[in-house]
């Protein structure tokens, strides 16, 4: 296949503006959530799961919306970014979101540590579980269908390649096999 055309391009595009965009993201999320901030006191590091979703939750809806979404949505980017960076048009479903779902919650995990050294920042685990939850529906919501119209695009382009290439230098020749020895009947007899 000539160069610049088929699935080795679109592979390549959706690699390089995932990667760009991935990085994009990272250092957002990282200026969100790692800059010092000036507060008066801190409170406590949150290590039981759900209990700053019930204490949201306590604050009425709107409040509680706008916290858990945020949570949800700031690392929800990377359920679509890792495998677009991936650049992969066939894998396994359930191994892509594996491995992004796992991606996603390790760099979660990796800034909930970083925030212990950062002040005015406190570690709590149920960011760690809103951000994972919101890669994974990230992912589930649009890789899938964003991979399947990748492919076919891919097709298209293919077919279409290999009918322009057939039309302008026509068919390629094919040659029939030629034995290398004659065969054995064709040998004159010998003598004694």
């Known amino acids: 296949m000539r160069q610049g055309s088929g699935d080795g391009d679109v592979a390549f595009r959706v690699r390089a503006a995932g990667g760009i965009l991935l990085v994009a993201h990272l250092l957002l999320v990282g ?8 507060v008066p006191w801190v409170s406590a590091a949150n290590l039981h799961p759900f209990a700053g979703i019930r204490a949201d939750l306590a604050l009425g809806p709107t409040q509680a919306a706008r916290r858990i979404g945020e949570g949800l949505l700031l690392l929800a980017p990377l359920g679509v970014l890792l495998p677009m960076a991936a650049g992969k048009l066939s894998v396994s479903p359930l191994g892509s979101l594996a491995r992004t779902v796992a991606a996603g919650a390790l760099l979660s995990l990796g800034i909930e540590l970083l925030q212990t050294g950062v002040p005015g920042q406190i ?38 390649a290999a009918r322009r290439e057939d039309a302008s230098q026509g068919r390629t020749p094919t040659i029939t096999r030629v034995g290398i020895a004659p065969q054995s009947d064709a040998l004159p007899a010998s003598r004694p």
């Open 123 to 160: 570690v709590d685990v149920d960011s760690l579980l809103l951000n994972t939850v919101g890669v994974a529906l990230a992912h589930v919501a649009v890789v899938p269908a964003a991979r399947v119209r990748l492919r076919r695009r891919v097709e298209r382009t293919r077919d279409g």
């Open 31 to 38: 200026w969100l959530t790692l800059r010092p901030l000036q």
